[in-house]
């Protein structure tokens, strides 16, 4: 058990680096880390207090949502939005229960360990045990945090889009209407010409 949570800690610490080798953008890169944070915390939590198995449903929880992410934006990256918007709006709805869920498993947690006795647990462990979990409804927060802000921007920048469009749409219709007006014009110069010819 301690080789696979050392081997998990190992695997996610290994990303940091990775990030400059791989040329991440610069605007990339706190979202990166807070998803790598994201997984360090109830690993590490796990190795120094022994919570292996409700770390093992976080993790279990956490990664559910990212695959569905992943995939959201494997199915975007192949210009197929029709179906990338669907599996955009499951994950928006599986990461909110995600956080929610080790929100409340957090807490559970907590009493439970509060409810053991002594001989049970030590208070250094309690109080350690406590610490991770503290930090970890504090990441669930932050990451529900981020969460509504990039919402925010994604429905700015469409309203954005949807004006930029409409103001695209409108010159074109003006430039139409220009254009008839124009046509119009000179047929009725052309009328004029053809009439003054016939008079003279």
């Not at 695997?11 to 953008?25: D, T």
């Not at 990212?66 to 994950?91: C, I, M, N, T």
């Amino acid at each position: 058990r301690r080789v696979a949570i050392t081997a998990g800690i190992a695997f996610v610490l290994h990303q940091f680096p990775e990030m400059y080798f791989m040329r991440v953008k610069s605007e990339e890169m706190p979202d990166r880390i807070i998803g790598y944070t994201a997984y360090l915390i109830p690993i590490i939590g796990a190795y120094l207090t022994g919570l292996v198995y409700p770390a093992t449903i976080v993790l279990a929880i956490h990664c559910l949502t990212e695959v569905l992410k992943a995939l959201s934006d494997v199915v975007e990256s192949s210009g197929q939005e029709e179906f990338s918007k669907p599996l955009y709006r499951l994950w928006s709805v599986a990461f909110i229960i995600a956080r929610n869920a080790i929100a409340v498993l957090t807490v559970v947690t907590f009493f439970k360990l509060r409810s053991k006795t002594p001989e049970h647990i030590s208070q250094l462990r309690f109080i350690s045990c406590t610490a991770v979990l503290l930090l970890l409804l504090a990441m669930q927060l932050y990451l529900g945090w981020k969460f509504v802000q990039t919402v925010l921007n994604w429905r700015h920048q469409a309203k954005e889009v949807e004006l930029a469009q409409k103001k695209a749409d409108n010159f074109w219709v003006q430039r139409k209407e220009a254009n008839k007006e124009a046509k119009k014009v000179r047929a009725e110069k052309r009328a004029a010409r053809e009439i003054d010819e016939k008079e003279d």
